[in-house]
């Protein structure tokens, strides 16, 4: 009898102490939770200095800072299009000390473009919100004999494969939006591809290829200079940088395809500390003065909920995978 009540005396005490390391460990975390942060919060750029991303992680890291009253470090991880740096994140500890900044042709591309990307775009983040978009737009040589998106458009039905575009590069956004053409509406061009976005410009520039889709900062000023003709924009919408030029999808049904920044935690990361993330972010982006630098970068700005932001990175995942198989485009 001694010894069931021993038995029995250690299961209860055994009990108890479960119950209080329980409690303890809920309390733990609660004030981790609350305490957020307090300590250095790292920002992973994956792409090298002097991109879109690059800059626009440098700002928002800034007044993230002022917001968390504790530092935050904006760190680049390039290679691989963007793949290296977001495969190394992925495995950093989900509390919230450490981000992803990153565009689209990363996540939404890559894992469709990439025989081994090195991470799952969804399973290994959490989508916390979209600073901006990036628009990119069809330009023309001034000398080309089409002066509107329709008669580009009739031009190039009339005559498949007979007019060349440049790109900078298999797989590259700027080469896709071509495939789209193709797919929604049937407009084929042959792609001259280029290793990057300069030398592909360069040779728009000088005629040698007629027709390209640049991102919006990157031609705005050769448009307005008239050194480049201006057809369409890639958004759902117009431009407000250039009111007068249609977006596509008013001729082509369902073509929308533009380059976003956004920001990513580990996945994991308790809800709480996201929430914490998110509404620190929508409180910079309020901020006058953000809104005119990044607009001034050519960005139109977005403020998409955490949810919103998952059901865009969603959709963009399927529509791309979809335009990366019809191109045939693959990379070891």
Known sequence: MATDNSNFYARILGLLATLVFSFGGAMAFAQSTAGYPNR????VVPN????????????????LAEEFKQSVVLVN???AGGN????????????????????????????????????????????????????????????????TLA?????????PGKYQYASAGNGTVNHLLGIMMDQKGGYKMEHIPYKGVAPAMSDVLGGQVPIAFASLPSALSNIRQGQLRALGVSTAVRSPSLPDV?????????????????????????????????????????????????GDL????????????????????????????ASGATVD
């Open 40 to 43: 250095p919060v790292t920002m």
């Open 48 to 63: 090298a200095t002097g991109g879109t991303n690059d800059i626009v992680g440098r700002l928002i890291a800034i007044e």
């Open 77 to 79: 991880k390039p290679g």
């Open 84 to 147: 290296i740096g977001t495969a190394q994140t992925k495995t950093a500890a989900a509390d919230g000390y450490t981000l992803l900044m990153t565009v689209n042709s990363a996540q939404a591309i890559n894992p469709a473009l990439y025989k081994n990307v090195g991470f799952d775009p969804v399973k290994d983040f959490i989508p916390i919100t979209i600073i901006g978009s990036v628009p990119n737009v069809l330009v023309v040589h001034p000398s080309f004999p089409a002066k």
């Open 151 to 159: 008669e580009f458009l009739a031009l190039i039905k009339a005559n």
């Open 246 to 294: 249609p977006a596509m999808i008013e001729q082509i049904p369902a073509f929308s395809g533009e380059l976003w920044v956004g920001l990513f935690a580990i996945a994991g990361t308790p809800a709480e500390i996201v929430d914490k993330i998110y509404q620190a972010t929508a409180t910079v982006m309020k901020k006058p003065a953000v809104q005119k630098k990044l």
């Open 298 to 325: 050519g960005l139109e700005l977005a403020f998409d909920t955490p949810a919103q932001f998952k059901a865009r990175l969603d959709d963009d995942i399927v529509k791309w995978r979809e335009i990366v198989k």
